[in-house]
């Protein structure tokens, strides 16, 4: 099994739609996760940290789940600008490092 | 803001030669890491160092190697090019402060081309 495991879409959805993200990840431990957005041919940016007690910021909103082991990201009130790929961030199952998941891609459309 | 720095954007070299990717943070981050993004593959982690003169391998080191003489610097070395290692070459730092993992920045990426 993947540390961190996405689904890598894409996800098409409107202008205005809500759209969520799951992220699995093999850790039982891990304490750390985060989102990151990655435009097309660009580095990724950090999104959010992801909290046991959830984050929220402005339209998006991550939580983590550590019964079914899984961190989530929700988009609200989606824009043509929010189409990107979005990569899971958690840590290794052994160490101190960081892994990243895949990406999962969204785009939006008019 | 945190600034990381690669010193291309784009490099074109040929099969065999030795190729010097640079990249500079300037927070005082305890930690680098070189990172490469192919298609279909995500990011995979060639090597970290978590000090200055230290490095271990991630996932991929083969036919890389690293050098950290100042904190700020981390140099990821091709000692002899290869068409596999044509890639987008991305450097990251972050620093060991607070509980868990600390989130990683990255530079603007170098796209390297070996023809």
């Known amino acids: 099994r993947k540390e961190v495991e996405q689904d890598p879409g894409p996800f098409n959805v409107p202008e205005g739609a809500t759209v969520a993200f799951n992220c699995t990840y093999s850790n039982s431990a891990s304490q750390s996760f985060f989102w990151y957005r990655q435009d097309c041919r660009k580095e990724p940016k950090l999104l959010m940290s992801v909290y046991s007690s959830g984050n929220e910021d402005g339209r998006f909103t991550a939580q983590l789940n550590r019964a079914s082991q899984y961190i989530s990201l929700l988009i609200r009130d989606s824009k043509l600008s929010d189409s990107a790929t979005y990569l899971c961030v958690g840590p290794r199952e052994y160490g101190n490092k960081l892994v990243f998941g895949a990406g999962t891609i969204l785009r939006v459309k008019s | ?115």
Not at chain 2, 22 to 28: I, K, R
Not at chain 2, 40 to 63: A, W
Not at chain 2, 97 to 115: A, E, K, V, W, Y
């Open chain 2, 1 to 115: 803001d945190v600034k990381v720095t690669q010193s291309s954007r784009y490099l074109v070299k040929r099969t065999g030669e030795k190729v010097f990717l640079e990249c500079v943070q300037d927070m005082d981050h305890e930690n680098m890491f070189w990172y490469r993004q192919d298609p279909g593959l995500g990011l995979r982690l060639i090597y970290f160092s978590y000090d200055v003169k230290m490095k271990e391998k991630g996932d991929i080191p083969e036919g890389y190697s690293v050098s950290r003489e100042k904190k700020e610097r981390f140099s990821l070395i091709l000692e002899s090019a290869s068409t596999n290692q044509t890639s987008m070459y991305l450097c990251a730092s972050n620093t060991n402060g607070g509980t868990g993992n600390q989130p990683q920045h990255f530079g603007d990426g170098t796209r390297l081309s070996i023809l």
